[in-house]
């Protein structure tokens, strides 16, 4: 079992979790995963690390609630504990191969949209301690959906924050910051954009214009999150990659976007049914 | 005279019955008739069955306590080679091994060898029976990745020559291929598995699951931070492979192993269990190994209609013939000679059929096996909603690539000898990791032979 030693509530609907994990504290690097079970009956649920402590032995993960799933998750409390927490899990980030010397003379540019925004913190964290240069763009719906402001302010250089409504920073979608900062001629070696699947579309055709190289982390559907069962295959140029093993992360202008969000919604429709309760007394 | 006595048949589940529910097929023998088929034994000097069994149970022996009537002396003559004969009992294929050599074979029907050693098993966990005598300990601590059989049958070892093992299973439960592979029809996982991995865990062996050896620890770091002598690979065959042809990425098409570990691990059969499964009116199974018959028989019984697509011939199926002829006992169709060439999709991206083309063997090739070529022209269509494909696995590269100095051959499986030892100084491999997709038994038998080979590695090297 592996308890929560820390919780607290980002905004209404996000919650923030400290686990207590000390093996996975210690192996985690930016751009992995993990997966959890709440209880003995659950899904394995992947879920994104958004930071880990190896002194501490706890790694933190963020939960949005969206479904059954994550609502149970968010309504832990601490001292309660996951029937399970497995991972580190898929590739970590392809920078972490880089010396401080090359990621020193590097300029990144970070698009996280709404929860997407928990998984950049440790890769914006990481390559701050190793001195690269970072601008961030954290996009959200409203105000109450913007996460980690001040955490991801400490470690990056320029933070640009825009929200749907423009109940928050700058009114609109992230492709049009996006736009903004390349056409005022800011440039930089490596973009990197998580978010939902359609976010990242469309990052990835924003940036294309501007041939600015980027990646994205994909967050396919998984069951075991290690290779063996391959629901989580996505198109990648001409090959077939598993999302778990070979990813999360690849080269944004390779990856078929609109049949990876095809395949993220095969059980949605089975899922919606078993969520649905006839109201006039029709099926079971 | 005791070859005159006819073989005791074993009482199965209805057809009818069983193909609307998950219960298992197979009742097994009860007192009588186990002790009537023991009987059955010719006694031979040169018993071949313990020959051709891959971890050489005394067959003989506990047939002859059987047949006494003393079953808690036949499980512990058992015991002293097997450490799963519950699992075994039900999934080896003896027609090939054990009861393939029996000289009664011959003339007439072979003794059940298979059927009486899950009746002994079974009967020891009816009655509580565990065998837990090992040497004291000596000290020195032993790592095993994966909790399947090969894990399994070496840690068993290891644990009764007196070493502490632990074993790292990267999945939730233990047990493997046990756990996610085979079904709960065929092998029963709380009565069956659970209560196995219980009697390995009653021997001190203890088991750490939601370890991905390769991401949350290293082999080189259980080594040299975590204190283990030696480090023993069963991680097994995880990997799916696909055919590589146009449609396949659409939804509904999925992995045998996507498909098993959904109702198997996670019990998606079970309405009370999360994890959604999805069969449609018509699924299509490619493939025609145990697992593909596995795949088909669960299909069935979530309520499809079931067909098995296979390039070759029935004699040809690589499954048991006795899962085959359940299979074809519970109404799916097979359709030999027949290869897939396209999956087809409707507008929502979904699959709506498979393009197949006839095929004929050919020549037998270098390996003697009739290779199946396509006839030119024969394509037809199979209307489906689900593709299930089962063409075989291969050993997941994380430990290898995140093991310095351990070596893989053109198939990713680990370079090791009879024995298990790699390449790698103080690491030994043994079951699908090593020889790609095989038996439940063959993993257990390389798994014990690694164990003696921990043990003189161990032995020599810090005597």
Same mark, same amino acid.
């Not at chain 1, 041939?211 to 982390?217: M, Q, R």
């Not at chain 2, 019984?301 to 079931?306: D, H, I, K, P, Q």
């Not at chain 2, 003189?456 to 005597?463: A, C, E, M, R, T």
């Given at each position: ?39 003995e009956?659950?899904?394995?649920i992947?879920?994104t690390?958004?930071d880990?402590?190896?002194?501490k ?38 920078f ?5 010397e ?56 320029? +933070? ?11 009114k ?9 900062? +390349?056409?005022?001629g ?16 469309f990052v ?6 501007y041939? +600015? ?5 994909l967050?396919? +559907? ?36 609109d ?14 049914e ?6 006039i007394?029709?099926?079971? | ?13 209805d ?53 006494? =009537?003393?079953?808690e ?5 058992i ?15 003896q ?23 899950r ?36 840690a ?62 290293t ?7 975590? =204190? ?26 999925v ?8 109702s198997?691990l ?13 069969v ?45 002829h ?15 060439v ?10 709506r ?9 050919g ?43 351990l ?15 790699t390449t790698?100084?103080?690491?030994f491999?043994?079951?699908d ?22 043990d ?8």
């Open positions: 079992m592996y308890k929560i030693v820390r919780k607290k509530f980002l905004t209404p609907a996000i919650a923030l979790m400290d686990v207590d994990a000390p093996r996975m504290a210690k192996s985690a690097k930016p751009g992995q995963f993990l997966i959890v079970r709440v209880h009956k659950g899904e394995r992947p879920l690390i958004c880990y402590n190896s002194e032995g706890t790694v933190t993960i963020v939960t949005q609630v969206v479904g059954a799933s994550s609502r149970r998750i968010c309504n832990m409390e601490e001292g309660d504990s996951f029937t399970d927490f497995a991972g580190p899990l898929g590739q970590p980030s392809e972490i191969h880089m010396s401080r090359e990621l020193g003379a590097k300029r990144f540019l970070f698009v996280a949209g709404g929860l997407g925004t928990a998984p950049v913190y440790p890769q914006v964290k990481y390559l701050h301690s190793m001195g690269a240069k970072i601008d961030v763009i954290i996009g959200a719906k409203t105000k109450d959906m913007v996460i980690f402001e001040e955490e991801m302010g400490a470690v990056c250089d320029n +933070l640009y924050i825009c929200t749907d409504d423009g109940s928050y920073g700058r609109g979608l992230v492709t049009q910051m996006l736009k903004e900062l +390349l056409d005022k800011e440039e930089y070696d490596q973009a990197v954009a998580i978010g939902p699947m359609i976010m990242m579309k990835t055709l924003s940036a294309k214009e041939n +600015l190289p980027l990646i994205v982390s967050n396919t +559907l998984m069951v075991d999150g290690t290779g063996m069962c391959g629901a989580c295959r996505v198109s990648v140029g001409d090959q077939v990659k598993f999302a778990c093993v070979d990813g999360p992360e690849f080269d944004a202008y390779k990856v078929d976007f049949e990876a969000m095809r395949r993220q919604g095969m059980y949605k429709s089975i899922e919606a078993a969520d649905h309760k006839c109201k007394g029709l099926g079971k | 005279m005791k070859n005159k006595i006819p073989r005791v048949p074993v009482r199965e589940q057809p009818v019955a069983r193909i609307g529910n998950f219960q298992e097929v197979c009742y097994g023998y009860n007192e009588q008739e186990a002790m009537l088929e023991a009987s059955r034994c010719l006694d031979c000097k040169n018993p071949k069955c313990i020959v051709n069994c891959p971890v050489n149970i005394q067959i003989p022996q506990f047939l002859h306590e059987v047949e006494k =009537g003393n079953f002396e036949a499980a512990r003559i015991a002293m080679d097997s450490s799963l004969p519950a699992v075994c009992g039900r999934v080896c294929p027609e090939s091994q054990c009861e393939g050599a029996c000289i009664l074979g011959v003339k007439n029907e072979p003794v059940a060898i298979g059927k009486l050693e009746f002994v098993a079974d009967w020891s966990c009816e009655h509580g029976v565990r065998f837990t005598a090992k040497e004291p300990s000596n000290g020195f601590k032993v790592a095993v990745i994966g909790s399947g059989p090969a894990g399994i049958a070496c068993t070892d290891l644990a009764k020559m007196g070493y502490d093992v632990t074993i790292f299973e990267a999945l939730h439960e233990p047990g493997g291929v046990l756990q996610y592979g085979i079904p709960e029809f065929r092998l029963p996982k709380e009565s069956v598995v659970k209560t196995e991995i219980d009697n390995v865990k009653a021997l001190g062996v203890k088991i750490e699951t939601n370890v991905v050896v390769g991401r949350t620890v082999i080189d770091s259980l080594m040299d931070d975590e =204190g283990f002598a030696a480090v023993f690979v069963g991680s097994g065959a995880g990997l799916p492979k696909f055919m590589g042809i146009p449609g396949e990425n659409l939804n509904g098409v992995s045998a192993n996507e498909f098993l570990t959904r198997n996670m019990r998606a059969y079970d309405p009370d269990y999360e994890t959604p499964i999805y449609g009116k018509r699924v299509a199974v490619v493939g025609g190994g145990n697992v593909a018959m596995d795949a088909a028989r669960t299909a069935k019984r979530l309520g499809a209609e079931v067909t098995v697509v296979y390039r070759r011939t029935e004699k040809e199926l690589p499954a048991r013939v006795e899962e085959v359940h299979a074809k006992e519970e109404g799916i169709v097979f359709r030999m000679l027949t290869n897939p396209m999956v087809l999709g409707d507008d929502k991206g979904w699959v059929g498979l393009t197949c083309i006839k095929m004929e063997l020549e037998p090739d270098d390996s003697g096996r009739r290779s199946p070529k396509p006839l030119k022209g024969s394509d037809f269509d199979i209307e489906t909603d689900v593709v299930i494909m089962s063409l075989g696995t291969s050993p997941n590269p994380l430990i290898a690539n995140t093991t310095p100095g070596e893989t051959n053109r198939w990713s499986c680990l370079v090791a000898d009879d024995y298990g030892v790698r100084e103080g690491v491999a043994g079951g990791v090593v020889t790609g997709a095989a038996t439940v038994i063959l993993a257990m038998g390389a798994g014990r032979k690694a164990a003696s080979a921990i003189s590695y161990i032995k020599n090297k810090k005597g």
